[in-house]
DNA sequence: TTGTATGCGTTATCAG
DNA sequence: CTGATAACGCATACAA
């Protein structure tokens, strides 16, 4: 576009932007005006507004809008936290926050914590700066408390939070049902005709992982399988720990006949060392996992796991977040559950004789159900 | 955090953001002093000084960073520009943009233009509307050309383009030296005995496609494998493009013997109909793709690919941001190239009998230079 | 239909 | 050491 920028030395009109005042020395009229015609507003003759607007074009005008925010208290911009953008989960999410808010007139700033709760505090000390109208978290996985949020409702900022929440917390929120993403998985992999079903569950403090192990619980117990903790691994879920935590679990004197990771990385961990012991998935050990990866269909054996529908949650958040807007303050809160969608896929289709459900099936709601 | 919010009507300070003034209302001192004090200047008493932290504190003051970038000009904000943020690249970069801006006083506000010209275009009025002081962009696939960012230019916003640039456009810039990773991938398969390698190129007004498919013809050249555009295969670099090229490729009358992606998921694509056909890899035909997602490494066969090294791309364009607003205009523009790693992996290790170049092989200089 | 005056929250300049 | 005042760019109540 530019041209060399060796010899051709036009003057670009290089630097310092256009202020409405500079228009309005040029067509010698009074920055109201300029203002008025440039907001389109009525009081302004169809002559000069077309005057004001190709002058506009002319000196390449752009709009402070800081300083209109500054006047007016408003920024007309959201922010969004996340703990990372890697995986495929909070990458939809935000892809459904950005639709969702730029249909409302909203633009999107998004920030990482990195999973570290004080980055997560320097993100909400940027936004704040930034004067966004309201700010949408994913609690970073070392989360413990909301004290630095404290400023932040303080300050009368809109919050909403999404998928990784402080159960307990007084707050408004859009989660996934992970609970009955752990039921159905587990159930699925019982119908397999699996009994010694392992768990790979990830830190207990989060919500994402409590909820899929009770949800894994509750459909042992519904199929009168007893739990047992021995196969249950507490661990940070990563590649790596599935790993180790699988070779631990071949190691029992009954190792299992099945693997629901809360996570995918995890439950790709667990099939590696499965097949360095030379076992077969699904023949041997049945596998599911968490997320829906791009990696779990993506090869042999295509991972069954659990849709999160990111996308959708994302379009909640902000519908959530304009509801907040619009409210009077001192509104009842709000929690949003989101329903998962299982994705059956080879790796779990053991194929073994079904187990059945030890009581009334159907009576069974394992649905953490709506605040 | 917050009680129950039902009968505790504790008077939470609901709204209201304090300022600078009232502060100093409350203080019985001027604004000045507020000011100062919190911006630890020389000129005022450790006495008041700490008042006023205390004060500040109390009452959870925070600063208004509009207000104080309108008035000085500057709001220590960096914009970045996304075509997306799926797979690994993406965020490997804002991951290494953001740490050294953070390091550099800088915060990051980052936005997608999801591929599309038009988003790009509303995502530079929001950054130029948030008065960021520099913008990092990697253009959308369907950029033809700078227009939209004429504005930026004669606004005097410093710009640097990363990854994917228009060549031949004037601009400060980091990218990938992707000509090399083509040529050392196809070296590679070269010396892995292939002959007939095949190569699915993406589109071709994106540089970094175009330097991959010029990678792989300076390496068949001096290995004197002559080029053939039948095994070459144009498309938009998708998955299914890779199943359908592939099919494609496998009906010719001489099949390839190797194929080399320029994308991980086209080589993904194409390793599904290889599987389908019963052909196998890397025996029948080895492969190689671009840009080592994580899919290529976690599942047999591991998937050779090349490092875009994201992190330090991202470390990369801070650095010459920060060179650029720091240096006089009229400057010259800085073009940065990093080197690519070649990851050998199961995928391609054919053990065939490697070609040998053709003539002088140490004189050959792919690299596309500094300009 | 247009202009004047004022203020949003900060900081820089110049006096005390 | 501290304070009064102006200015950043824009929007609005009020006046003309």
Redesign the pocket.
Known sequence: MPSSARKKAAPDKAAS?V???DLAKEL??????I?????D?????P???KRVLQLAKKRN????HL??A????KSKLIGVIVPHIYGSFFPAVTHGIERAASKAGYSVILCQSHEDVELERQCLETLIGAQVEGILVSLARTAQDLRHFQKVQQRGTPLVFFDRILENAAVNAVVLDDRKGGYVTTRHLLEQGCRRIAHFAGPQQLNIYRNRRQGYLDALEEYGVPANEELIVYCDMTLEDGQQGMKQLLSLRTPPDAVFAAGDFTAMGALHTIRDQLLQVPQDIALAGFSNEAFTYLLEPRITSVNQKGDQMGQAVIQLLLDVVNQQPGQPLQQVVLEPELLVRTSSLAGREPAAPKAKPASRKPAAGRK
């Open positions: 932007p202020s409405m005042s010698g009229v009074s920055v109201t005006t203002s008025r015609a440039l907001s507003h009525f009081s302004i003759g002559a000069t507004k005008y752009q709009p402070n300083a209109a500054l006047r007016k208290g």
